[in-house]
């Protein structure tokens, strides 16, 4: 069994790299599409109406945020009719919230200018856009509950391979509607809204195949109770979402109102890249998240210990590597992929942006073990206080600096000091506590990241001073040079004795 559980884990690590490199590649090419051909401003639309989106989500989170982990809980402990109780309470509950959202979705849509800048001529497209992704928004709540699958198996290969299809599906969509028609952005919102509908089917055929036990569509098995025991549990991570959305998700609506909608555009391309790589390495990190969760179920701490250790390893060399190609070569990458925008302020905004990410990336897989042990309480009170603090300075600094780059500098960097706060005094300690280990557990490896990264971004720095100032090569050789560079200072500094021999061993198997 435990082969069977470290193979599938291997596997949906491969497949979740892979289609985290297709998510990736695919979104910076639609922005570039876009802000190409549309305008950097246009973009800005786009990434406001995700964040307006994700301030919907809140509403969903307290019911959704913790489906798996009851799910999963009573599948391990043979359960089935809590189960089915679960699922099915959680799905019905969704559609009535998806109608129930529906109404106020409409009245935001109709008075939207009168709630942000918008220029006069986009006023159509961008109402047009904000319907398309409320749509969206309900698919996704509607359909949350069925993967819970493929993460009951262990199979979040699957989840991956078909995130590979939508966007592929997502990016043809969107240059046959180009090709065909006159650009508009609310053509993304058409391939977005297509793209989750085919997810949603998919993901019905993954509950009758992988787990036939769940009867799905059965309103026998709708139950007050399970509802509330979820909600009760899942309300905190209202809190979190919360705590998020004013960190990191009302900073296009912030420079929207007190800057310009064209600031706007320029601090959205600049995050598209931060956001890209915070949602990456959470997304890998949950390669591992069945796998932790299952052992603890099992009441194997070493087994839920060993996952996180493997997680946090790997995160990291995949963390350094990112962090530090955008940090010594950021300028080039904006100056080939949106040649017309100032890359100088570009790059500015961006690397100020992840600078928490130093911290906090490697760390991802922390956040679930709030969730297995089901002590999501104090991270989320930790979060929403944390979230209010750094927008009340935010907003203050607005009113007291005339400069709009100034102002756009600081609406990036305050959260990032927020998160290196977090990253070091709480993520690690209350992490430590939940799971009834040594306080200091996390800080030797963190301090091993932390030396690792430094070192690659000033041997990269001080290297790629002599590697070919065209852009394109250039750029492509200095992400090869900090990639090796990576990977070697993760081995030597990171990795332990005797991961440096696990790994190997691996290599070599799969060499093989």
Known sequence: MKKQMDGGTTKNLVFKIISLGVTFIVTILITRIIVNTIGSEVNGY??????????????????????????????YKD????????FNSIFFANIFLGIAIAAPMIGVIWKLDTLINISLELLVDVKILFALMFANFIVIIVSSVFSVATFIKNRVDLDSLRIIESYGLRIVLLLLFFKIFTPKIYFLGVAVLISNIYIFGINICYVKKLTPEIRIFDTKYFTVPKLKEVINSGIWNSFTRIGAVLLNGLDLLIANLYVSSTAMGVLSVSKTFPKLILSSMSGFASA????????????????????IEKSVNLCAVVSIAIQSVLIVAGKDIYAVWVPAQDSNQLYALSTIATLGFLIIMPFECLYTVFTVTNK???????????????????????????????KLCLIAGVSSIAEIIRGVLFLPLYSAYCLNIKKTYFYQPMIKILVANTVVILAGMLVCNFISNDRLIGLVIKCLVIGCLSLTAWYFIVLSEMEKIEYISIFRRYLK
């Open 79 to 86: 359960d089935i009719n809590d189960v089915n109780g679960y």
């Open 288 to 307: 591992f998240t069945p796998k932790i969760t299952i052992e603890y179920a099992k009441n194997n701490l070493d087994g839920c210990l060993k996952a």
């Open 46 to 75: 786009y990434s406001l109406a995700n964040d307006f989106v994700n301030y919907a989500m809140i509403l969903s989170i307290a019911l959704n945020s913790m489906g798996n982990r009851f799910i999963t809980m009573a599948f």
């Open 376 to 406: 999501i309480k104090v991270s989320s009170i930790y979060l929403f206080l944390e979230a209010v603090a750094t927008i009340v300075l935010v907003l203050i600094s607005m009113n007291v600096v005339k400069d709009e780059f100034i």
